[in-house]
């Protein structure tokens, strides 16, 4: 390859990537406010400022972009939770941030929550199909898994705490709580979106998950 040919494939695979960043990103919001049946390609093609026909390019069909959006909210989520340094921390802090960084990331991400919703849906066959997907989460769970056994060891936790269980629990908490706050809000008379009631679920979700796993 001469000098001269080198540049022009480097800035043609920047160019790549910027349109691949830009149809996903455009994707995500499409698919988050209008659920994989009724997103459009259209729409996507429009919100990213580019050609249908090269969305197609990039992806097969609708079906295939919409693996890739939920393989691309899953790894922006883990990789946040990674510069979290749980294995860094005691093992009660770590713990507790985990679950104040899962509450802070759905409120700050709803469009992450949607997108979980729209793949339940549809049975997560995208995810089923998507061994990305698996890769991606499996870490997080070895790292639970061993902030679990430092407490154990140290005698802060108690042990037989199934990580992945755990993690389940963690993030029911927050999802159930935002997924629902408009019907729960409504049955109990209580506006459950306010900062104090952000403060109280937090604080409650933080007792309840500690509560389980410290030693009493």
């Known amino acids: 390859m001469s000098k001269t040919e080198a540049p022009v494939t480097e800035e043609r695979l920047r160019d790549a990537d910027r349109s691949q960043n830009a149809i996903l990103m455009a994707a995500r919001d499409e698919f988050a406010e209008h659920g994989l049946g009724g997103a459009r390609v259209d729409r996507i093609a429009e919100r990213a400022g580019l050609n249908k026909r090269l969305i197609y390019y990039y992806f097969a069909d609708k079906e295939t972009l919409f693996q890739a959006v939920l393989e691309q909210a899953y790894r922006h989520i883990r990789e946040k939770e990674r510069e979290l340094n749980l294995l860094g921390l005691q093992p009660a802090m770590a713990l507790r941030r985990l679950v104040e960084f899962t509450w802070t990331y759905y409120l700050e991400n709803?469009?992450?929550?949607?997108?979980?919703?729209?793949?339940?849906?549809?049975?997560?066959?995208?995810?089923?199909?998507?061994?990305?997907a698996r890769q991606l989460n499996s870490p997080l769970i070895a790292t639970?898994?061993?902030?679990?056994?430092?407490?154990?060891v140290d005698g802060s936790f108690r042990g037989g705490v199934d990580p992945l269980q755990l993690y389940v629990s963690i993030a029911g908490l927050s999802y159930f709580y935002l997924s629902n706050n408009y019907t729960l809000s409504a049955i109990f008379g209580r506006d459950l979106m306010t900062p104090k009631a952000h403060a109280e679920r937090l604080s409650h979700m933080c007792d309840v998950i500690l509560g389980y796993v410290l030693r009493s």
């Open 110 to 132: 709803p469009e992450f929550l949607t997108l979980l919703n729209s793949a339940n849906l549809h049975r997560a066959r995208h995810l089923q199909q998507s061994e990305r």
């Open 144 to 152: 639970l898994g061993e902030v679990l056994e430092r407490g154990r």
